[in-house]
């Protein structure tokens, strides 16, 4: 929060947060409208996304598995496009539950095609191949409702898909953390399922957990968890196969009242200075949060690919 255009001191943000703005100045504005629902939005939904992508990771039992790659993100950007569109054609007001929802719904039928195709495909470098086809399709529908949209849904629409932590007011925060929050819960209150899971369905089944309900479960709550953030910030890339991978790698360790924790932390440094990047190293011009994510991320990914194979030989 010290860092920008106008440089705040460290002591003056305690004294800022501590008043609580009561001292109406130029720099409380900034830390408080400007600068604090952003770093509160950079680590929420960023610890969202490591999230949702650790529970990918133990449905498809492959560290492989995100919400970027499997296509969700881009569902749910599809599904946030079309709604955008049709409400502000009609200058109807579109507020932040009617994006979470229109998010959820994309995010849930790019997992149910997702699903559908790993009943049948179990190779994993098919299973990418078919998320990343759906990625392609939802993205030309978006663009073929972008081509009949007026000018200005189409501004509003291409600010919002650069991917952006920008622009929340803490009442943004508090729903979404609110959401967040009732996601982070269920996960840890199903923390034993979900370490019986990691040892193989059938370890899990002997181990009294219904497998049937279990499963789409953990793909409901992955897909409440990924929605939440296109919503708000739109999509954001690599950060929930990189994140999880690299904790557990870090802790080698895989027990999930460990993992669950760490995860939703180190993605939410990883987003903060992410953003700090995006928003500082060119400034005053901004990156998409997703142009920084893609550098450091997708690294990540191509040495898990080549590690994996390494290992399969």
């Given amino acids: 929060m010290c860092v920008g255009s106008v440089p705040i001191s460290p002591a003056k943000i305690f004294g800022i947060l501590l008043h609580l703005g009561r001292h109406s100045s130029q720099e409380s504005n900034i830390v408080l409208q400007i600068r604090l629902p952003r770093v509160i939005m950079a680590a929420i939904l960023g610890g969202?996304?490591?999230?949702?992508?650790?529970?990918?990771q133990t449905y498809f039992q492959n560290p492989i598995a995100g919400?970027?790659?499997?296509?969700?993100?881009?569902?749910?950007?599809?599904?946030?496009a079309m709604t955008m569109i049709f409400f502000l054609q009609r200058g109807i007001s579109f507020g932040s539950a009617g994006m979470i929802l229109s998010s959820f719904a994309g995010?849930?039928?790019?997992?149910?095609f997702i699903l559908a195709v790993s009943q049948k495909i179990r190779h994993i470098g098919s299973l990418l191949v078919?998320?990343?086809?759906?990625?392609?399709?939802?993205?030309?529908?978006?663009?073929?409702?972008?081509?009949?949209?007026q000018d200005?849904?189409?501004?509003?629409?291409?600010?919002?898909?650069?991917?952006?932590?920008?622009?929340?007011?803490?009442?943004?925060?508090?729903?979404?953390g609110a959401i967040v929050f009732f996601a982070l819960?269920?996960?840890?209150?199903?923390?034993?399922?979900?370490?019986?899971?990691?040892?193989?369905?059938?370890?899990?089944?002997?181990?009294?957990?219904n497998t049937k309900l279990f499963r789409p479960v953990l793909i409901l709550l992955s897909s409440i968890l990924s929605a939440t953030v296109t919503a708000f910030a739109g999509p954001v890339s690599f950060v929930g196969i990189a994140v999880p991978?690299?904790?557990?790698?870090?802790?080698q360790t895989s027990k999930p009242l460990i993992v669950i924790p760490s995860s939703f932390l180190a993605g939410a440094v990883f987003c903060l200075m992410c953003d700090l990047i995006a928003r500082s190293i060119f400034a005053p011009m901004e990156l998409s949060i997703s142009?920084?994510?893609?550098?450091?991320?997708?690294?990540?990914?191509?040495?898990?690919?080549?590690s994996r194979r390494k290992t399969q030989k």
């Fill in 152 to 176: 200005a849904d189409i501004v509003n629409l291409h600010n919002w898909s650069k991917g952006s932590f920008a622009g929340f007011s803490l009442s943004d925060c508090a729903t979404a």
């Fill in 48 to 56: 969202s996304l490591s999230l949702s992508g650790f529970l990918l």
């Fill in 130 to 149: 078919a998320g990343i086809m759906i990625g392609y399709i939802t993205s030309a529908v978006t663009d073929f409702f972008v081509a009949f949209a």
């Fill in 185 to 209: 819960l269920s996960v840890f209150l199903l923390a034993k399922p979900i370490g019986a899971f990691q040892l193989g369905e059938t370890y899990a089944r002997t181990m009294g957990v």
């Fill in 107 to 112: 995010a849930i039928l790019s997992t149910l």
């Fill in 67 to 80: 919400p970027f790659v499997l296509g969700i993100s881009s569902g749910a950007k599809m599904t946030v």
């Fill in 291 to 306: 142009t920084v994510t893609s550098i450091f991320g997708a690294p990540v990914v191509i040495f898990m690919l080549v």
């Fill in 245 to 251: 991978f690299l904790t557990k790698s870090l802790l």
